[in-house]
């Protein structure tokens, strides 16, 4: 009988799995005609305002859906096309036979079905998808076209790419594209006085309505673009307005800086004065991931301007008047190229935090830079003149106009100056600058009928939640927290009570009386034993390698300096201070006691910027249920011997390498800061490109942009002293203790032969370089098909490398071990290229795992997974390294599933991308090398024969230098530098540490526990296999423990 109800259980089990699944696969096939919209809000349902549309159509509309079969969409698209037919069925229903659709997949018809596509301006895009647990892209079409009956082709509305964010507001979207009027552009600007002359010159785009947000902190929502000048007052409002503004899909212009400069003369000579503009123009940038730098730019680049000497207009030179050229801006997110030179009177450069800003929902585009001959210096107190501005410090680009477009499709742009010199009264209109050409190129731009059609469409947004008092905070606090597991604990107390004997809520008030007088100074012990007693200093560190105890090499270090050795940590008010920075205090403060050094504690607030010589810095903290953002002191400095050592940030990213920092800080007590040369190429089109896009077009081709920043502020962080040296005028400092060289191009010579010089001294270098970024790109007369072309770099450094017998193929690498990566994909659609941001996951986008590191380097023993974009491996010939007396030893290396592709010229064959299809070369290969040994100097003889030839001089050098390869230079770049899951940051980190102090503080800095560590790429048949086990293994042993106990009970009854 037994034995009957559990087949009969089994088989009701299977019946109901079976009608779970046909159940689900009717109404994901029925879709939205099974959807009951209450809110009418559902993007299946017809908006009035589309209704209206349909009813007031002249003449007949017919729509094309492009879309791909519901197999080859990613799960998270699956429901495009059903939602998206449903609203086209209800606009068939409302449109009274002047409405019309059909569903078209191109795939099915091969190229025939693309080329049409094509033809009416579709194109594919590309998706990240995943496939039994592997990493892949699939291309796929998902686009809507209107045609009007009778009209010709050019007037077709396209809706292109169709995702999720679109769908909520895809009818409204529709109903404003059937409108018959075209929107009509408005501007708002709020300016102070001193810009009459810019709304005369707006008005020739729309109407201009003059508006105080300073004052009101109030933006209309009824103007299309926003200019905000020189903001004086920014509170939390006007940061929450500016938000709900761009939201909406406006776009604004802010130009400021934070300062400004007052000029008087005395006879022919003019006289300067800096003066603070206060910290609106700072806090209104913060919470957007851009921060203006205080400090006095100069250029060589600059002109005479107009400005007011004395309360008199008059024409002055200086350094700080930059003139920014076209060939400075790269202006591919407009609509129009770079025309004319534009004013920055005194600009406070643009810093990018590129993670707050992706937090912020933006990626942000540099469009205007100084030139490579900048210089910058600490911003002069009092009276200043010409002869107090002279070359000080070189800077790499510095800049000057940032984007920050969107992640949102439906949110709007947000273009920020460093200077609002050039819409000033005077300067607007100044000859031989093009600053009214540059105000029709934001028009253009920003006013766009696509964009204005997308700004009328009325999307539903949800009133924000009113501000709660404290008791009503705690009230809600505990209804969300606390109420369930309270329920719960009541049940279970008084199911349990009687069974313990004990009667519910009928206890005497003595025994109550009893119990809480021993249970509360219990509970009292047992946390003053932990907070303040003896159990205060007790850790347990569970890791193998104990990351989260002191390392005993800096206890014995900080305990030889007993006595002599003094330590101030600087931290701002307790209740400032966010969770994590007050743990980082905790751990600092273990660590120094453990040393024996005398520690004093100094609480600072922002006034005691100056007094202290620190600098505060932003975080995130919870204040009232609410996320804020704040400016705090959290510092250590050390001082010995009438010597100073800082440690400026201690937060969570820092705390990783605490040992490491206190063991640097002891070093430049002795010996002072240590200095890192950084030589940075700037990325630029190919010669090609450049030809064809801009020469023949007599347009400047943009001359790059500094997009090392972020890696040169994170070694300043770290203690290293850094200077930059540019390509275009190259002198490398005497007595550097290290050189960084991101991607060498042609023509290095220079460099090369003082690189020569500083290893064939005994320095250290440490050199990312590869030879190709690979670009993607759709073409309208191929169909859009997307095709890869690698865009040459012009890798300058193997010139010297074949010297020593070591080469860096210049070859396309893929492996089997890839991963996904955001690309701007180059679309010709029209006369205007757009650029879309596409997923692609292809196998040159080589993902380095741990298990393909050397084991004894500290640069690479802990070190976390990393991203070879684009990258090459490296070659020896052993007999050359032989003779030129170099050892390499090879720190990673790609999987021995990897193959290359010679490439001479063209896109890149589709073959190239299947694994198959191609020989794997023999075995792993190298990415990252150390070569030590005794480098050749060379110097430059140029020839009419061969040209410019690296001669090694046999005399010169003798000492053994320390060379390091990494074969990727764009994993270092801002936009990938601290891209999460990889350990970019921390492989830099960690071979600088290496360069300047040697393995053992490389083995500190290396010394973290959060480095992200994967493995290599398997097989279809393992990963099944892994799936099977991990899915079914818990379900299989149950069943194992069911049949086992069923047997011993037989077994049992049997006996």
Known sequence: MKRLFLLLAAASAILLFGLVVVTGRLIRFAGPILTWDAGGRHPATLPADLEQALHDLDGTISATLFISDRSRMPSNLQDVEGTTRALLEEMVDAGGGHFTYRVIDPDHSGPAGAHYAASRRVSPIRVRRVIDDAESQAEIWSSLVFAHQGRPSRDDILIQGIENAHLPHLGALVAAHLRAQRPQASFALSAPPGFDELPRYLSQHGPVLEVDVDQYASIPQDVDVLFWLEPSIVTARHIGELRRFLASGRTVVLAGSPYHMRYTATDTVVHFHAESSGNAWERLLEPFGLRPLPDLVMDRNNARAPVLVDGQRREVEAPFHLRNLPAFRDFRPFRSPARGGLSFIAPGPLQ??????????????????????????????????????????????????????????????????????????????????????????????????????????????????????????????????????????????????????????????????????????????????????????????????????????????????????????????????????????????????????????????????????????????????????????????????????????????????????????????????????????????????????????????????????????????????????????????????????????????????????????????????????????????????????????????????????????????????????????????????????????????????????????????????????????????????????ITAQVLVTTTADAWAYDWSGGWLPATVFDESANAHLPGPQALVVALEGQFPVVEAVRTEEAGTQLIPNESAGGERGWLLLIGSSEMFKDTHLLKPGFAHEQLLLNAVAHAVYGPQLAALQGRHADGAHGFAATDATTRSTWRVAVIGGGPFLLGLIGLWRQLRARSRNNG
């Open 352 to 885: 990018i935090d590129p993670q707050r800003v992706a937090g912020a929902g933006y990626e942000a585009h540099v469009a205007a830079t100084t030139t490579e001959r900048a210089w910058v210096r600490h911003m002069p107190t009092g009276e200043f003149g010409l002869a107090d501005l002279m070359t000080d410090l070189i800077a790499p680009k510095q800049n000057l106009m940032v984007l920050l477009q969107p992640q949102d499709p439906w949110a709007g742009q947000l273009l920020v100056l460093a200077s609002a010199s050039l819409f000033r009264d005077g300067i607007l209109t100044q000859a031989g600058f093009g600053h009214t050409v540059f105000l029709t190129d934001l028009a253009r731009t920003f006013t766009h009928p696509e964009q204005l059609i997308r700004r009328r469409v009325e999307r539903y947004q949800p009133p924000p939640l009113p501000a709660l008092s404290d008791a009503q905070r705690i009230a809600w606090r505990l209804v969300a927290v606390a109420l369930i597991p309270l329920f719960w604990l009541a049940a279970a107390g008084r199911r349990l009570a009687p069974d313990a004997g004990l009667r519910w809520l009928r206890s005497s008030g003595r025994i109550q009386r009893h119990w809480i007088g021993i249970a509360t100074p219990a509970a009292g012990l047992v946390l003053w034993l932990i907070l303040r007693g003896p159990l205060a200093g007790i850790r347990i560190d569970a890791t193998a390698a104990n990351l989260h105890t002191p390392s005993p090499q800096v206890i014995d270090e900080l305990q030889q300096t007993a006595g002599a050795l003094q330590a101030q940590l600087v931290l701002s008010s307790p209740s400032l201070l966010p969770a994590d920075i007050r743990a980082v205090a905790r751990r600092t403060v273990d660590l120094l006691e453990a040393g024996d050094v005398p520690l004093e504690v100094i609480r600072v607030d922002e006034d005691d910027t100056q007094q202290q010589g620190l600098a505060p810095f932003e975080v995130e903290r919870v204040r009232r249920d609410t996320s804020v953002t704040t400016r705090i002191y959290s510092a250590l400095r050390l001082r010995r011997g009438g010597r100073t050592a800082v440690i400026p940030r201690l937060d969570s990213q820092t705390a990783r390498h605490l040992d490491f920092l206190v063991a640097a800080a002891l070093r430049r007590l002795d010996h002072g800061a240590p200095v890192v040369t950084v030589v940075s190429d700037l990325p630029r089109l190919s010669p090609a490109e450049a030809l064809e896009d801009y020469q023949k077009k007599a347009l400047s081709a943009p001359q790059g942009v500094d997009v090392y920043s972020r890696a040169k502020a994170i070694l300043g962080e770290y203690g290293y002293q850094v200077r930059h040296v540019s390509p275009r005028d190259p002198v490398l400092p005497q007595g550097a203790d290290a050189v960084l060289w991101f991607q060498p191009r042609r023509n290095s010579t220079p460099v090369l032969t003082q690189l020569s010089r500083h290893l064939g001294d005994g320095g250290r270098a440490i050199v990312a370089l590869q030879h190709f970024n690979i670009q993607q790109r759709q073409y309208r007369g191929t169909g859009f098909q997307t095709v890869h072309w690698p865009q040459p770099q012009f890798q300058d450094f193997d010139r010297y490398l074949r010297l020593v017998g070591v080469e860096q193929m210049r070859e396309v690498l893929f492996d089997r071990t890839q991963h996904h990566l955001e690309v701007d994909t180059q679309v010709n659609r029209t006369a205007v290229r757009e650029y879309d941001a596409q997923q692609v996951a292809l196998p040159f986008l080589i993902r380095a795992v741990n298990a393909n590191y050397s084991s004894t380097s500290p640069l690479t023993r802990s070190l976390g997974d990393l991203l070879f974009i684009w990258g090459n491996r490296f070659q020896f010939d052993l007999e050359g390294m032989r003779t030129a007396d």
